[in-house]
């Protein structure tokens, strides 16, 4: 199957600072990606959907401010949580979908993002 | 709004054991259906793509079926291994659009 490559697997930072967290499709071009966040032991929860050169489209209760997300390649994404506070600690994970039939998302490794 | 359920939430069975995942869906309008699986602190892998023109997919030890009209879809795991313990997910996508999760089955298999 197709490969989504995602950067850094774990990351740790203080309270105010941002980090940037990039998400690759390796071998297909993905014209929309998406964020997602998972608490311990629950699933799924979409933050928003990124289209390739446009604006992304957030979840409703989904800060966009402090969530940027940049799509400025068909495979690259990037999410950037901007002044980090300890109640952002999660487990970040992106997906990337080709734009063509039967549309598989295929998922990244996830993200670890510790803030202290 | 599309909702999508998995029981058991939780399922601990021998080795060996052949068990069946279930998961249902409230909106028949969907365009695939998908199942992964999640070991604790990964990502996710695909493990079958079921299409709403197609009513089953295999892959290995795994078959996975689809009834779009009464809105379910099952996973069937053959002679499970102590490996196959995981997080099982079930979501399906209207098209176009996000995919819509379960909240996952959690499978031990004890040696």
């Known amino acids: 199957g197709a490969v989504v490559s995602q950067h850094p697997s774990w990351v740790i930072c203080k309270s105010g600072t941002s980090v940037k967290i990039e998400c690759r499709s390796l071998?297909?071009?993905?014209?929309?990606m998406f964020w997602y966040r998972q608490f311990p032991k629950q699933s799924l929860m979409l933050m928003a959907t990124s289209n390739e050169g446009s604006k992304a489209t957030y979840e409703q209760g989904v800060e966009k401010d402090k969530f940027l997300i940049n799509h400025a390649s068909l495979t690259l994404s990037t999410l950037t949580v901007t002044s980090a506070h300890p109640e952002d600690s999660s487990f970040y994970i992106c997906?990337?979908?080709?734009?063509?039939?039967?549309?598989?998302?295929?998922f990244g490794p996830g993200t670890r993002l510790t803030v202290t | 709004k599309q909702e999508v359920t998995q029981i058991p939430a939780a399922l601990s069975v021998p080795e060996g054991e052949n068990l069946v995942l279930n998961c249902s869906f409230t909106d028949s309008a969907i365009y695939n259906l998908q199942w992964f699986r999640q070991d604790p602190g990964k990502g996710l892998t695909s493990l079958l793509l079921?299409?709403?023109?197609?009513r089953e997919q295999t892959s290995g030890r795994l078959n996975a079926s689809l009834d779009k009209s009464s809105g379910r879809s099952t996973l069937y795991i053959a002679a499970s291994q102590p490996g196959d313990s995981a997080t099982y997910l079930c979501a399906v996508s209207p098209g176009n659009t996000p995919l819509v999760f379960g909240k996952g089955t959690r499978l031990s298999v004890i040696a």
């Open positions: 079921i299409q709403s023109s197609q």
């Open positions: 071998d297909f071009q993905a014209t929309t």
């Open positions: 997906s990337a979908r080709p734009n063509y039939p039967p549309y598989e998302q295929y």
